[in-house]
């Protein structure tokens, strides 16, 4: 019988291409199910074969467990107490482990044996397929369509292995017939119960990525670093990317020779179109490049929120914005900065009210006139918060400012901040919530709404957006999220 395991054993491991030890592991189990199931007794049995012999020991296990155990069976447990009586070395979580007679192996059930081995070896041939692929997660897979499943196509990779391409995951508008070569960006696998689950994408702005790495050679040699991407798939699509060889036109080398490179790339997302610009450091000029082909006439950059006013000609504002917001929206997500965009007109007006705004705050929390106002304000002082703590040699720096006159402002300033954040405790033990604690409230907005007598996040909640964007100057999108959150307490 010794004989025959390693036979057996040889023969699977040679038939499922699985290493011989997880043969013996299937083995032993199918043993030990065996032996429990002809003793009609619900023990634990262990089986242990030899791997170079092939001869094999049974033993029957009892796990040391406390007198709380709720899972307590006299078949598989013995209480600690009773285990002290016969060693007392043994504790909780120890086994006691008992040699019993081996069933031969010629009197298992033929086909029980079989059907757990084969059993554990679909086990190892699945986590075999999830171990392989986990490896390939960020690349790109190429399969055949086998079938379509209520709108996910199901993408046969050979070997019997499986990639699905959710709805949401195709190109809209893309069609798929049987049979045809699909190529998808692997993003999830998954260990399922019927086998590895392989998810696969042709929306994501990796494939995108991925993409140009086979049609570039100098980004497939990370001479040319692609970094980011943002798409509208099967419409448009941006990439930026960067060099460290002064030498080397990034954009250029993309594009290719008549643009067959990023045609290539175009083809194989059913003609989505793909605008390549250049990386730069300086955040203002990234996002410059980014809205090509619009020119971008003035930018208002606001650190504080992440964003960014764009001021457009009228003639090209049509396009800054795209087709239903596309291009905006595109190279929002390719830089990573919220677009605001506008013609120059009305970037004047805002900017108009934003400085008339925090001149009024200057002029009543600092007790001065409009004129001196406006210098503040010009020499980009934006919160009292600024006044009062920048170092003196700054204002000094000022056409007209002596040293008396910056102590004063200083003063003025440190009191009214004072003022406002006695004020600001006098409304928390109320039980009302300053505005200055709403998530995306900044210290510039807290100026502005105190002086318009906006305290509370209450008083916030009951503003319109009208209000908060003729107060604050942000775009229609953001006050509205702003006066939400301030709600959020209503819907509680």
């Known amino acids: 019988m010794s004989k025959e395991i390693l036979l057996v054993v040889d023969a699977l491991a040679n038939e499922k291409g699985v290493e011989k030890e997880i043969v013996f592991e299937a083995v032993e189990y199918a043993l030990a199910t065996a032996t429990r199931k002809a003793s009609e007794i619900d023990m634990d049995v262990k089986v242990n074969i030899d791997r170079k012999t092939g001869e094999y020991d049974t033993f029957r296990r009892w796990t040391v467990v406390d007198y709380d155990c709720e899972e307590f069976n006299v078949e598989q447990h013995i209480l600690e107490g009773t285990a002290k009586e016969r060693d007392e070395n043994l504790n909780i979580g120890d086994e006691i482990i008992e040699p019993m007679e081996s069933l031969p192996f010629g009197r298992i059930g033929a086909q029980t044996a079989k059907q757990v081995i084969i059993q554990k070896l679909r086990e190892a041939e699945r986590l075999k397929v999830v171990e392989e692929y986990q490896t390939q997660i960020g690349e790109i897979l190429v399969g055949t369509v086998k079938r379509v499943d209520r709108g996910d196509v199901i993408i046969d990779l050979g070997d019997h292995i499986e990639a ?4 949401p995951e195709q190109i809209p508008n893309e069609f798929y017939k049987i049979g045809e070569r699909v190529k998808g960006y692997l993003y999830e696998v998954t ?7 392989l998810f696969v994408s042709r929306a994501h702005p990796k494939l995108l990525i991925e993409l140009f790495k086979v049609e570039v050679p100098e980004v497939a040699d990370n001479i040319i670093e692609i970094v980011s991407a943002s798409r509208d798939p099967g419409q448009r699509a941006k990439i930026s990317v960067r060099t460290a060889d002064p030498r080397l036109d990034p954009i250029g080398a993309c594009i290719g020779m008549r643009g067959s490179r990023v045609q290539a790339v175009t083809n194989e997302l059913s003609g989505e179109r793909v605008d390549v ?6 955040e203002a000029q990234y996002v410059m490049n980014a809205m090509a082909p619009a020119e971008v006439v003035s930018i208002m950059v606001d650190e504080d929120v992440h964003s960014m006013d764009l001021a457009i000609s009228d ?18 997500e390719l830089t990573g900065w919220e677009l605001n965009v506008m013609s120059e007109s009305e970037m004047a007006e805002k900017h108009k009210k934003e ?13 001065i006139d409009a004129e001196l106002a406006q210098v503040l304000v010009e020499e980009g002082f934006v919160s009292l918060d600024e006044v009062a703590y920048v170092p003196n040699s700054e204002m000094l720096a000022i056409d007209g ?5 910056v102590a004063t402002l200083k003063e003025r300033a440190k009191d009214a901040m004072l003022t406002r954040m006695i004020a600001s405790e006098e409304i928390e033990e109320s039980g009302e919530v300053p505005v200055s604690k709403v998530e995306g409230v900044t210290a510039e907005m807290v100026s502005v709404f105190e002086s318009n007598d906006v305290k509370t996040q209450e008083d916030l909640a009951e503003l319109s957006v009208e209000e908060v964007t003729e107060m604050t100057g942000l775009s229609e999108k953001d006050a509205g999220e702003l006066i939400m959150t301030a709600r959020a307490p209503w819907f509680e």
């Open 355 to 367: 400085t008339q705004t925090l001149m009024n705050e200057f002029i009543d929390a600092l007790s």
């Open 401 to 405: 400012f002596d040293e008396d006159l």
């Open 315 to 332: 003639e090209q504002l049509s396009q800054a914005i795209g087709r239903g917001g596309q291009n905006v929206r595109l190279a929002s």
């Open 164 to 167: 699905k391409l959710a709805k």
């Open 191 to 197: 260990h399922m119960p019927r086998g590895p689950q």
């Open 277 to 282: 610009i250049k990386w730069d450091e300086n």
